[in-house]
């Protein structure tokens, strides 16, 4: 069993940065790229950021010039910075992995999400 659990997410005001976590557990054989999706309310879920397991990065246009995403192999565990927030990031943001399986499949795995909430 693969487990992903988020945090860092809350309540924060606009131009205060916050750093979501995301980590990885379980039955790892390896783990492939890393990344995260939001989903705001009244919205379908959009594509934040991913970054592969060799730190190889991509962004979303929308967040390019404030997050910044990263990783620690070591504890399975991927990051996105988020810089000046504002308003229009206030979603429920979910990590993802891309995980080899001690059982030997491979497949996408997805935490619960975290709540992030921007507003004064």
């Known amino acids: 069993q693969v487990q992903l659990v988020e945090s860092g997410g809350g309540l924060v005001q606009p131009g205060v940065s916050l750093r979501l976590s995301c980590a990885a557990s379980?039955?790892?054989?390896?783990?492939?790229?890393m990344g995260w999706y939001r989903q705001a309310p009244g919205k379908q879920r959009e594509f934040v950021a991913r970054?592969?397991?060799?730190?190889?990065?991509k962004y979303a246009d929308s967040v390019k010039d404030r997050f910044t995403i990263s990783r620690d192999n070591a504890k399975n565990t991927v990051y996105v910075q988020i810089d000046s927030p504002k308003p229009d990031d206030t979603a429920i943001y979910y990590c993802?992995?891309?995980?080899?399986?001690?059982?030997?499949?491979?497949?996408?795995?997805w935490g619960q999400g975290t709540q992030v909430t921007v507003s004064s």
């Open positions: 379980g039955n790892i054989f390896s783990i492939h790229d």
């Open positions: 993802f992995a891309v995980i080899s399986t001690d059982w030997g499949t491979t497949r996408d795995f």
């Open positions: 970054i592969t397991s060799g730190g190889s990065t």
